[in-house]
């Protein structure tokens, strides 16, 4: 059972490269979601999605692009990386009639854009 | 809009003291989850404990339970007889029952540190 699977676990990126954060999940969980996570403001959500085909925008949208053409699968793309976006992002994931269950995070992805 | 806050951005408590993290929610839900979150040093966020808005008992999972008090949009985790394992973030989250269940809010996060 391996949960949410987020890759890579770093990266670092150059200022206007673009790159696709990965994140798989195994549970059958209708919602999925990013998050970025700063110091000492929590974790602020970038793009979530309730169910294949269907996203939408959380608070911190902009720069970020994401699909989900599958259940399974909603990947993040950063479309011109900057030094802003350098964070730790966190995929989660979570069943949609079930809502004490919270959400399984994966394990994050550390990002440095130079 | 919901919005989650804890003002204690980081607190120092003895071993095997008792420990209160504190909470405060705002929303306009009639019906919502309120939930805990520990984020060792390691990283990964870990899943401690759940609150309904409608439960009548105040949720306890081992060491750690949930000071409901709805009233005063308060959701405080009480971490009794503290371990230096227990030194990590610790964010509360909240989110729709019925409306807004597609997002999980966070606070901003308490860093606790416990000390031998």
């Known amino acids: 059972n391996a949960g949410v699977t987020q890759t890579p676990k770093f990266q670092v990126l150059k200022t206007g490269q673009s790159m696709t954060l990965q994140c798989a999940q195994d549970?059958?969980?209708?919602?999925m979601s990013w998050y970025r996570q700063d110091p000492g403001m929590g974790l602020r959500l970038i793009h979530y999605s309730v169910g294949a085909g269907i996203t939408d925008q959380g608070e911190v949208p902009n720069g970020y692009n994401v699909s989900r053409s599958t259940t399974e699968d909603f990947p993040l793309r950063l479309l011109s990386a900057a030094p802003s976006q350098t964070s730790v992002y966190f995929c989660a994931s979570s069943y949609r009639a079930r809502p004490n269950y919270g959400y399984t995070f994966g394990s994050g992805t550390r990002l440095t854009v130079v | 809009a919901q919005k989650i806050t804890q003002t204690q951005p980081g607190m120092f408590v003895q071993e095997k003291e008792a420990v209160t993290l504190d909470c405060t929610y705002d929303t306009s839900d009639q019906s919502y989850g309120l939930f805990w979150y520990k984020q060792p040093s390691s990283g990964e966020m870990i899943f401690l404990i759940y609150?309904?808005?409608?439960?009548?008992q105040n949720a306890t999972e081992g060491r750690y339970s949930l000071n409901f008090q709805k009233a005063r949009k308060s959701a405080n985790l009480v971490i009794s007889a503290s371990q230096l394992g227990d030194s990590a973030m610790y964010f509360c989250a909240m989110r729709g029952i019925i409306q807004g269940a597609q997002k999980l809010v966070f606070g901003q996060g308490t860093r606790l540190t416990i000390n031998p």
């Open positions: 549970m059958n969980h209708e919602y």
């Open positions: 609150q309904g808005s409608y439960d009548e």
